[in-house]
């Protein structure tokens, strides 16, 4: 038989009472197995399942990386128009006079953040063959 395990996460314990005379209790301490018969009079009391629990934690991190990459493209995109201007201005002191590359340090004092050299190198390719 199949089953999932539920929780109560209301404060209290849950009693699921099927009209079939089948009677469930789903406390707050710890996981019940419950058979799939039960599962839609389980949820419909307000117990959750062991799987839903996993799948919010999974989309919490997703969502939180997601927000991290969503935060460096952004800085990214902010460093590269900053470092347009520089060229339209003819800022020559921003840039690096070893490899002509913008300096790092520079962007970051701009963005008030530390900008990583590797950032800077594809932001830096990406104007170029923009320019081309």
Not at 101 to 117: A, M, R, V
Request: charged letters at 35%; aromatic letters at 10%; a neutral charge.
């Amino acid at each position: 038989m199949e089953t999932k395990n539920f929780k109560s996460f209301t404060g209290e314990d849950i009693r699921v009472a099927m009209t079939s005379g089948h009677v469930f209790l789903i406390s707050t301490g710890e996981w019940t197995s419950i058979p799939k018969f039960a599962w839609r009079d389980s949820y419909s009391a307000g117990a959750v399942s062991e799987d839903t629990v996993q799948a919010a934690a999974i989309d919490k991190t997703t969502m939180d990386i997601v927000k991290t990459k969503t935060k460096v493209e952004d800085r990214k995109l902010m460093a590269k128009e900053i470092v347009k201007g520089w060229i339209e201005e003819n800022d020559l002191e921003k840039f690096s006079t070893k490899d002509g590359k913008p300096k790092s340090t520079e962007i970051g004092k701009i963005l008030k953040c530390q900008f990583p050299n590797g950032q800077r190198d594809e932001i830096w390719y990406q104007l170029q063959e923009e320019m081309k």
